[in-house]
């Protein structure tokens, strides 16, 4: 423990992490704290992250940020999952929606009745039971009192890292421009003490966030905190990101689109779309990558492709000595399933929870380690279930991917489904049953079992059960606007005479 009072904060680097930081401890802490974030024009952020889950709409609650303005500010649209194409197999997909699917019991989620269901003839398509599956397929959204679907975003992550600059501005964030050329460290304790920047100018302080996205330069540079390399379970380390026109409504889902390496996402803002390909360099060239990104995008680009290097992973500690990791400074799982953006605020929702009183206590430390690890692991283990599931034979990358050895707690998980379609949400999970159904479902384990409680209907009841839900999402469905129309709507009650309102 260190006697050092937390009064000042100093965060390094300004992009979605940082920012978000600033937005948030300015104005959820409950005690006044003086707030300095440090930032480079020059360097600028990593400019991708666009989808999210929804966790978001916590944070912009919390924050007060309105809904209307934040889909107008960000040119944001609605998101209801991630359809997933050729990751079974080539000219397959399915979708991993937000919602639950139809209803279960406390024994045993829906899932269990639907395999009766299906064992008798009785059942459709698993997603036919799911009111935010079977509204992504539509292209419907809408948000009312008689139905509450569970959404995320599609933003655009520098208009959003604005809004948030904003806020944290007006609630008494002081902005400092200038690229750090040293992490100051006490020659006792080895905590941070400030730091120096290359114009001459020193930001000290008690408490450091590091948002220096892979850089890492507080926490690795300086605190030599070391990495957990996850490679081996999750190979892709480089990206290729461009931005295109839009040439249709835009889709209330994430496209994840696998290649014969990698993937290829496509996300879909008010007027234009983000597309990037994550692959493995041990298995592609990285001119032949760009190449096949360009091919597959079917509108014009209008930026130029920009290459991204990372190593998958996380930080062996996410909060050591006086310093805290956030965004990709603490690692970086994969943009597959949307987590990034969730995992700073959950970083941050942890920190406020055990923001020190006074000084920073070993206890809390560990504890704060201790969940933000378990949560990661969890994270890893699902989006490495998408890959290790694969039957895409012959392709080297995904016979790969198919054979490589597994973390034992997704390997537990695995073979508890398939054995008897049992699944159980850690508490650290941010990922529900229903998530891990669709996804397991949707890479091809067809479970041997089921919970006996499905036998307990009849034939007769088992129709009348299946009928009836599959009677409400389509009435619901039915009762929403295009997802595009929604969206007009909702710009038209954004506050434009809102003081936080930006210029496009
Ligand atoms: P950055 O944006 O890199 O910001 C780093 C900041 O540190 C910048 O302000 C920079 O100027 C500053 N800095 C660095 N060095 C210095 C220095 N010496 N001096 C001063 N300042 C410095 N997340 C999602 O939630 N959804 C997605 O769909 C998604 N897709 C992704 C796709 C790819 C290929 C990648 C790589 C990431 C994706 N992410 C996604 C993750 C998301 O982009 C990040 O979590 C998010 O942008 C936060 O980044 P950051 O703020 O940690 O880092």
């Excluded at 944001?76 to 399915?94: A, C, P, Q, S, V």
């Excluded at 026109?245 to 290829?264: C, D, F, M, N």
């Excluded at 159980?424 to 067809?446: C, H, L, R, Y």
Aim: net charge negative; hydrophobic share 40%.
């Amino acid at each position: 423990m260190t006697q050092r009072n937390v009064e000042r904060v100093v965060i390094a680097g300004g992009g979605t992490a940082g920012w978000m930081a600033a937005a948030a401890l300015s104005r959820l802490v409950g005690r006044k704290l003086s707030i300095t974030l440090v930032e480079s024009e020059e360097i600028g952020t990593v400019g991708v992250g666009e989808a999210t889950i929804p966790t978001i709409l916590t944070i912009n609650r919390l924050l007060q940020i309105p809904e209307p303005d934040f889909i107008k500010l960000t040119s944001g649209t609605f998101k209801l999952g991630i359809r997933f194409e050729n990751w079974l197999r080539e000219g397959e997909h399915y979708l991993h929606s937000f919602g639950d699917t139809g209803k279960g019991s406390w024994a045993a989620g829906f899932h269990h009745f639907w395999l009766r269901a299906r064992e008798l003839g009785l059942a459709e398509e698993y997603g036919e039971y799911c009111t935010e599956l079977k509204a992504a397929e539509a292209e419907r959204f809408g948000i009312s009192s008689e139905h509450s679907l569970n959404y995320a975003y599609h933003l655009d992550a520098t208009k959003y890292g604005m809004y948030l600059r904003k806020m944290a501005e007006a609630s008494g964030v002081k902005r400092v421009e200038g690229k750090i050329a040293t992490v100051e460290l006490c020659p006792s304790d080895g905590f941070i003490e400030a730091l120096s920047l290359e114009d001459g100018q020193r930001v000290e302080g008690d408490l450091f966030i590091d948002c220096t996205g892979f850089r890492a330069l507080l926490s690795e540079g300086a605190l030599k905190t070391g990495f957990d390399d996850w490679s081996h379970w999750l190979p892709a380390n480089r990206a290729w990101a461009v931005q295109s026109e839009l040439s249709e409504a835009p889709k209330p889902y994430t496209r994840a689109i696998a290649h014969k390496v990698g993937w290829q996402w496509r996300i879909p803002l008010q007027h234009r779309a983000g597309n990037g390909l994550v692959y493995c360099d041990g298995f592609m060239e990285d001119d032949v990558a760009r190449q096949l990104l360009l091919d597959n995008v079917p509108e014009k680009t209008i930026t130029e492709p920009r290459p991204i290097r990372f190593t998958t992973g996380q930080r062996k500690r996410y909060w050591n000595k006086n310093c805290i990791a956030l965004g990709l400074s603490s690692g970086f799982i994969e943009p597959l399933e949307s987590t990034s953006i969730h995992f700073i605020q959950n970083g941050i929702m942890w920190l406020l929870m055990m923001f020190p009183d006074t000084v920073i206590e070993d206890s809390t430390v560990q504890e704060y380690n201790t969940k933000l690890r378990a949560e990661a692991e969890h994270i890893r283990d699902f989006i490495v279930l998408h890959y290790t599931l694969n039957e895409r034979h012959g392709d080297p990358f995904w016979d790969h991917c198919r054979n490589m050895a597994l973390p034992d707690t997704l390997t537990h998980r695995m073979e508890l489904f398939r054995q008897s379609a049992r699944v159980f949400k850690p508490q650290d999970d941010v990922f529900a049953e229903n998530s891990w159904v669709q996804v397991m479902m949707g890479q091809g384990i067809t479970p041997a079992g089921y919970h006996n409680i499905a036998q307990a209907l009849s034939p007769e009841q088992m129709t009348a059960f299946m009928k009836g839900i599959q009677h409400d999402v389509a009435k619901t469905v039915g009762s929403l606007p295009p997802h595009g129309a929604f969206v007009q709507t909702l710009l038209q009650h954004a506050n434009t005479r809102d003081s936080l309102h930006l210029k496009s």
